[in-house]
């Protein structure tokens, strides 16, 4: 295993890092061969055409990005270092007419059979870095790096999952609690507009739950949840079937073809002493029909805006805390 090569993050930096569950030849090839980048690169919603590319020092990308809305982002790389399977330095962000707009360093780093990408973007100011951070989570930037996690997924095991990852001004201790506990939960989770309560809940490996969700004018939804692994404060691993009000198994009540059984991971990991990142796994469980899968992968779109409307409102109960 090699040692993390994590630093300090200054002012002007912007600091993130991934583990990805990938041997790291796989990592670096599917950074660096358009083609396969062409599949992930990018928030949701957008896509890629690659006019040109030289990997080398000196050597450019060339690239533009396709919004969702149908606006082009022409972008211009230039590359500086390069350690195959191990490092990259290129400038970011720049056209035929515009500088760059921050210089990226990237570590791909051995984990085992796992891959930790470790990225440190560097602006001009701390005043840029802070706004360059704001403009990423208005674009869903962040979500480039899930895309890039399902991506690998489907290439290494054919398994279609959906990620997202959110960093959280809390410790981890903190985080875990807000996930285990129901009393919190039932305060976050649900969608907007819709309240929660417990009919049931026995949290604990084993155990099961069985709850309730409203939007007070008419529409109920039951579901329930079994617990398989809860590792405090690392790690939670669950099941999730719509149910009716007899908790038999049903289906979601707007997505008929939805798969009957979701199994989520949710995996925590400290950034800092009272600054946590949730990683959640979304993926289809147990017998799944090609219907089923098909609705699974087409609306992780709409998974993204759902899981990001519940974490609007974790942040803002921990805010109240």
């Known amino acids: ?165 959110r960093s959280f001004e809390a410790p981890i201790d903190v985080m875990y609690d807000m996930w285990a506990r129901p009393e919190h939960i039932a305060k976050w989770t649900p969608p907007t507009g819709f309240t929660m309560s417990y009919i049931r809940a026995d949290v604990r490996v084993g155990g099961s739950s069985f709850y309730l969700m409203t939007n007070g004018a008419g529409v109920t939804m039951y579901g329930r949840a079994a617990y398989l692994e809860m590792e405090k404060p690392n790690r939670l691993c669950y099941t999730q079937q719509f149910c009716d009000e007899h908790e038999n198994i049903s289906r979601h009540p707007m997505a008929p073809t939805w798969p009957e059984t979701m199994l989520t991971t949710v995996q925590f990991t400290a950034e800092a002493a009272d600054r946590t990142r949730v990683t959640v796994t979304w993926e289809p469980h147990g017998a799944v029909t090609a219907a089923e899968l098909e609705t699974f992968m087409k609306a992780r779109g ?20």
């Open 302 to 321: 709409g998974m993204t805006m759902g899981w990001t409307g519940s974490f609007d409102k974790l942040d803002a109960l921990l805010s109240e805390a």
């Open 1 to 165: 295993m090699s040692a993390s090569r994590k630093k300090q993050t200054q002012a002007n930096e912007i600091y993130l890092e991934r583990l990805y569950d990938a041997p790291v030849e796989a990592v670096w090839d599917a950074w660096v061969d358009p083609a396969q980048a062409a599949h992930w690169w990018g928030p949701r919603g957008f896509t890629l055409t690659t006019h040109s590319k030289e990997l080398r020092i000196g050597g450019q990308w060339r690239y533009t990005m396709h919004g969702p809305d149908g606006t082009d982002y022409p972008n211009i790389a230039t590359y500086h270092e390069i350690e195959s399977h191990s490092k990259l330095v290129y400038d970011h962000g720049a056209t035929d007419d515009t500088p760059p707009l921050f210089r990226v360093t990237v570590f791909f780093i051995p984990v085992g059979k796992k891959t930790q990408m470790e990225m440190t973007m560097t602006l001009a100011s701390a005043e840029a870095a802070t706004q360059t951070r704001q403009f990423i989570k208005q674009a869903g930037g962040e979500s480039t790096w899930d895309r890039f996690a399902e991506y690998l997924a489907e290439q290494i095991e054919r398994k279609e999952r959906f990620f997202i990852n």
